[in-house]
Nanobody, 123 residues
């Protein structure tokens, strides 16, 4: 199971950190990722991290967002800085069983999903 927390409302230029707690996994997922779904739009990949620590970011968030994980506490994080109104949406945590992904940001490669946490960035 995956459970997100830490969303909220912030003004443009502000920061937020969202978290995802993982439970019930007998072995670590190959990849973990954060996906964003603005209201009325598709869910798209924002940032991913492999079991070995390799990270991938969407172009729109490079230099502003940082994905990390605390394996000891089974928690995934997304630190979001210099937030923009277009960063608003539901943020979902996801897990993929595959250890090698050619396109880590592709939604279809993830099998487990959390319920999401809302992020609102006002201008």
């Amino acid at each position: 199971q995956l459970a997100e927390s830490g969303g909220g409302s912030v003004q443009s230029g502000g920061s937020l950190r969202v978290s995802c707690s993982m439970s019930g996994y007998t072995r670590p997922p190959g990849y973990m990722g954060w996906f964003r779904q603005p209201s009325g739009k598709d869910r798209v990949g924002v940032a991913t991290i492999s079991a070995s620590g390799t990270t991938t970011y969407a172009e729109s968030v490079k230099g502003r967002f940082t994905i990390s994980q605390d394996k000891g506490q089974n928690t995934l994080f997304l630190q979001m800085n210099n937030l923009k109104p277009e960063d608003s949406g539901m943020y979902y945590c996801a897990a993929s069983p595959w250890t090698q992904l050619e396109y880590p940001l592709r939604r279809s490669t993830y099998e487990d999903w959390g319920q999401g946490t809302q992020v609102i960035v006002s201008s």
